[in-house]
């Protein structure tokens, strides 16, 4: 079975300034998704940056931008020039391509920003 | 425009009633429908995988009799949660795959608060 591991439970970053938040998984299969979600206060999930396993170009979002190692197993992200805006609990999710189509999801970074 | 509706986003019963919290599509048909279960500060646990016309497929460790799903059309799954209890009160999420496999909608959520 697949597992998504996140272990920073919460971490902090100076306005403008760039953080990383850590993800490793676990799989068998070769082809399968990547996700980071934003869950903000409201607690509605938002898609921050996706990224196809078969694809060797690390994804990027304006100021989000993920390091994809599939080798390692690790798809960290990136957020560069950090807001207000951008304290939320962050998810890592690993989504199969087989007929299940279910997200496993780890256990979130609780991110702050320090103004 | 939202393409999954949530309803309702806070519920509060008393010990020993059930709820019903429903999912709906509103773009597209969805043949399948997953429900996850997120406790306060944790990770999204899923619960179930809603299929349009046929039995819901529960994971492992979750009470079938407890979480009744029904997904009696394409663009509609109902999760009630029956008899509930104090240890009932989550904060539950639907989602619904899109077309392509790395897209995933998310509903709102829903606060439920058993006293």
Redesign the interface.
């Known amino acids: 079975a697949q597992t998504v591991t996140q272990s920073q439970p919460e971490m902090s970053v100076q306005e403008a300034e760039t953080v990383t938040l850590s993800c490793t998984y676990d799989t068998s299969e070769s082809d399968y998704?990547l996700?980071w979600y934003k869950q903000p206060p409201?607690?509605?999930?938002i898609?921050v940056i996706?990224q196809?396993a078969y694809k060797q170009q690390n994804a990027t979002e304006n100021r989000f931008s993920v390091n994809f190692q599939k080798a390692a197993k690790s798809f960290s992200l990136k957020i560069s020039d950090s807001q207000l805006g951008d304290a939320a609990?962050y998810?890592c999710a690993y989504?199969t391509?087989n007929r299940?189509?279910?997200?496993?999801?780890?256990?979130?970074t609780?991110l702050h920003i320090l103004p | 425009g939202a393409v999954v509706s949530q309803h309702p986003s806070w519920v509060i019963c008393k010990s020993g009633t059930s709820v019903k919290i429903e999912c709906r599509s509103l773009d597209f048909q969805a043949t399948?429908m997953?429900w996850y279960r997120?406790f306060p500060?944790?990770?999204?646990?899923?619960m179930a995988?809603s299929n349009e016309g046929s039995k819901a497929t529960y994971e492992q460790g979750v009470e079938k009799d407890k979480f009744l799903i029904n997904h009696a059309s394409l663009t509609l799954s109902t999760l009630t949660v029956t008899s509930a209890h104090p240890e009932d009160s989550s904060?539950y999420?639907c989602?619904i795959?899109g077309g392509s496999?790395?897209i995933?909608y998310?509903g709102?959520?829903t606060?439920l608060s058993v006293l």
């Open positions: 998704y996700f409201s607690r509605q999930m898609l996706r196809e609990m998810f989504r391509l299940d189509d279910k997200i496993i999801f780890g256990k979130g609780r | 399948t997953f997120q500060k944790q990770s999204l646990m899923l995988t904060f999420i989602t795959p496999k790395n995933q998310f709102a959520g606060r």
